[in-house]
């Protein structure tokens, strides 16, 4: 295994993914799963218990979600559609269905 990389608390961001798992200043007790983004009550944690910094063996993995971009980069607002094709299920006639429970079994009707 290689050895831990030192990451200061205050560095930790939402959203960060790491390669491996992080781990509080202690390096047994994990404080994010490998993958998992950093969600805003992890960075309250920190501050609350005043912990200086955390480890990984891993890195930063490469941001995917587009929230996080700048404004600039943010997936521009569309028109809306005027027409709209029906759906197939829209333009049948439902069916009416009714169960019959009986003995621990369902009948369809």
């Keep these: 295994m290689s050895s831990f990389i030192k990451i200061k608390s205050g560095e930790i961001k939402e959203g960060m993914k790491f390669s491996a798992p992080v781990f509080f200043d202690d390096g047994k007790n994990m404080f994010l799963a490998e993958g998992k983004a950093a969600k805003p009550y992890h960075i309250v944690a920190l501050k609350r218990w005043a912990i200086p910094y955390l480890l990984t063996y891993g890195h930063l993995l490469a941001d995917t979600d587009n929230s996080l971009l700048p404004d600039?980069?943010?997936v521009?607002?569309?028109?809306?559609?005027?027409?709209l094709e029906p759906l197939e299920a829209e333009t049948k006639?439902?069916?009416n269905i009714s169960l019959h429970y009986s003995d621990k079994n369902i009948h369809i009707a």
């Design 72 to 74: 600039s980069q943010a």
């Design 76 to 83: 521009e607002d569309l028109e809306p559609v005027d027409d």
């Design 93 to 95: 006639q439902e069916e």
